[in-house]
């Protein structure tokens, strides 16, 4: 992850930060109704991968 805001990449865009409170805010927003614990224990469970991380979100009920 870069730590300069202005230089976002390719890296910077498919994997979730979880030291970065606004990428897992963000993430949180897309799935209000999980609790925020729930969202970073997927994080940890599926790898920083975002794509990975939704597709295991979109599953929980």
């Known amino acids: 992850m870069s730590d300069n805001k202005t230089n976002v990449g390719q890296q910077d865009s498919i994997r979730i930060d979880t030291n970065d409170p606004a990428e897992?805010?963000?993430?949180?927003?897309?799935?209000?109704?999980l609790k925020h614990?729930?969202?970073l224990e997927?994080?940890?469970n599926k790898g920083p991968?975002?794509?990975d991380v939704i597709k295991y979100?979109?599953?929980l009920k």
């Open 37 to 39: 614990e729930q969202i």
């Open 57 to 59: 979100l979109q599953n």
């Open 42 to 44: 997927a994080i940890k």
């Open 49 to 51: 991968f975002r794509e």
């Open 24 to 33: 897992v805010k963000y993430v949180h927003r897309q799935f209000p109704h």
